[in-house]
């Protein structure tokens, strides 16, 4: 265990079963949030779009606040208003306070914006039907051409195995 720990301190890199190495902020959350879960088509929420809509729901908060939250110069928010952020954005409200589903539901949202392009989802499309074990090869080859391209691993997606 100590070895897996020095080794990921040495390579750069947390350990893909565990959570992130290093916790992130509420602030890193919020605007990940907001750099991630827009419609396709669309620019990210503004604040004030995210103030408006929680407190259309009976849970008072201004943008300014939001704001303030967003680039860390408040931290301490009410559970109310980190449960209204959760609900306008989608997550559960878990994803604030444990690492474990942050990471879970960030690498959800990186599947769904590779699901947004085009490419990705005619590929994906093409997929329909086949084997488990062809499933498994193109997984493979996928991960092959990555390495090739320099890009590493994309382990934001589910593993066929």
Known sequence: MADQADQADRSGQADPTGPSATPKSLAEKLEHLFAHTAPAGRGPYSVEEVARAITAERIPI???????????????????????????????????????????VDAELGLLAALRDAKVQHVALRTAGLSEKSLKSITEMIERVRELEGLGDADSGPRVS
């Open 62 to 104: 201004s943008g300014s606040y939001i704001w303030l939250l967003r680039k860390g110069q408040r931290d301490n928010p009410t559970l109310r208003h980190l449960e209204g952020l959760a609900q306008f954005f989608g997550v559960p409200p878990a994803y604030f306070f444990d690492d474990r589903v942050t990471d879970a």
